[in-house]
């Protein structure tokens, strides 16, 4: 019998890493961080940044990185994830496709755009924009600028 994800222990990533979530969790239900539970392997490690832009939350991927974002099946009402530092949640936001006509407040990097924009994908405020933003930004949270740096990803 397959294991289910609960069975599975989480590959632990050292530095920045972007989990998609074990249970489909709606993005809107999102807030409350403790109680995320992460698939067994990153959709993005820190392997797959070539440069992380702090000004603008852009993420430059390598080939591999970029196939698998791009292949992501997304719904229109988006696809949770959580950025981690050393497997631990610091925020959450969703995946999102621009054809979408949902709002969304929290977080969001676009497949679509970053399908456009090859092979660079945005960390963003709010869909469809940052009007729809709500909240504090977390982005730049000091964590996850320092695994950046330290891993020679941030400029």
Known sequence: ?????????????????????AQNIPPEQLAILSHLQLENRPVLSINDIV?????????????SGYERIHSLSVPVNGKAFAVCVDGQPIYAGAFWVGYSSLIFDGIVIDTIRAAKEHPVI??????????????DDPRSDPRILQALEQAGKLK
């Open 1 to 21: 019998t397959p294991l289910s994800p609960a069975t599975i222990t989480p590959t632990i990533e050292n530095g920045f890493s972007i989990y998609l979530l």
């Open 51 to 63: 440069t992380y832009a702090k000004a603008t939350h852009e993420i430059e991927l390598t080939a």
């Open 122 to 135: 945005q960390i963003q405020l709010g869909y469809p924009g940052p009007a729809f933003f709500h909240g």
